[in-house]
């Protein structure tokens, strides 16, 4: 019931922001932001091009399954003396066809193994696409909140000069001591140097930015977070972290791979059957010229008896091989679970602190009005006033900090669950990356040296 609760809180809370999203074309959204990062990043880039390659590895192992067919040439020319001294040339074409018939079995675990291997880069791929846009959605979330304290910094730094002038008038005419404007310029001086610093921390967020998007920040708006992928539950969470998380399919894979790998050690100690067959023809041109045309069909039997121990030696590190890949597996189950685990503790911590942030900016308020009031009629110092200003400051700053820190916990626990995706995420109509399409295409390519992108 608690976890439904939270869900419901969560769909209030993101989607109560929906109208922050009537923004001018000018400002930056989220969702343009990633899409921009998914198809220009060059560690994306890296990774989809080594999935490609990985994809090639499949045809090495089904050209197993084929025969190879060459075709050769020979021409020579020469003196004999045999029979009399006499010139001659001959010319020879010969065309060969080399067939395996039967590997022991190993063209099957080859064709597993690669299979397999490949299904992990997939899994690869969706995982580096998925920690790609996790860095480039804080990336823009650290960049809002640090736009956004800088905002509030400069605008404490302006009602502190006009306090400034203010008090300094008040001083002209007796209401007030030096030591009160002291205090104005104290908190004025502290106030600049933060506003300094936060525009120092802003371009740095802004490196950043540029690093993870590639490209330079207009303006940007708080995002609305996506609520339709996230779990419902704590327990939906773990549910799918353990099957759907992208690292756990990594390992499942490699394990596949692994196991395949032992079938293909086995292999070596069987025999192997293969068909050979040639067809030649010779011409030869002297005082003696002839011709001969041959057609010659073999099959080779090999037998291995003994092999110094070292397929033994590989099929025992085959086996050792796998056992590692499950034990692999098993981590990768649970540090997938505790990722989710975190993250969902994580939200749940920063919907709590925005709650209770919001109660306090509330008050704060009030006391604000309260204290301004009480100043105008000498019940309060300005101390009193300079010391409210600075706690609706510090809320306000913390409701920046805890907004960036409750969806940075969104998209962490997307992460977790295999769903910080272009679709499952942002949900527009962007064409995905499709390395399934590409890796079909090179099953069934038999010819030609172009490669798709």
Known sequence: MKGQMLGVLLVALVWGGRAMLAVTAAADTLEEALVHAYW?????????????????????????????IGLTGEMACGFSRANGAHQYTSHAVQLTLTQPLYRGGRTVAQVKQVEAQIRSEQQQLVHTEQTMLLAAA????????????LSLNIKNEEVLQRQLRATRERLAVGEITRTDVAQVEARLARATATRKQSVSVVKIAQAVYTQMIGKGADRLVFPTAPVLSLP????????????????????AHSADAAVAGIRLAQGELWPTLSMKANVSRTWRKDPFSFQTKTVESTLVLSIPL?????????????????????????AARRQAVASAVQAWEALRASIAQIHANTIRMASVETAMQGVQREA????????????TEQERLDAHVELAKLKRDK???????????????????????????APEGRYQGVRGKWFGSTSAS
């Open 40 to 68: 220009t990043h060059p560690q994306l880039e890296a990774q989809r091009a080594r999935s490609r390659s990985s994809d090639e590895t499949l045809r090495k192992a089904l050209a197993n399954w084929y025969p190879s």
């Open 138 to 149: 804080i990336a823009y979330l650290n960049l809002w909140r640090d736009e956004e304290i």
């Open 232 to 251: 419902a539950t704590r327990e939906e969470a773990i549910s799918l972290a353990r099957s759907n998380g992208p690292l756990v399919g990594v390992a």
């Open 306 to 330: 003994y092999q110094q121990g070292l397929v033994d030696s590989r099929l025992r590190a085959a086996k050792h091989n796998a056992s590692k890949h499950v034990y692999e597996m098993q």
């Open 376 to 387: 105008h009629v000498g019940s309060r110092t300005v101390l009193d006033v300079l010391n």
């Open 407 to 433: 969806d940075v916990a969104i998209f962490q626990l997307l992460t977790a669950v295999g769903r910080m995706t272009i679709q499952d995420m942002i949900g527009l109509p962007v064409p995905p990356y």
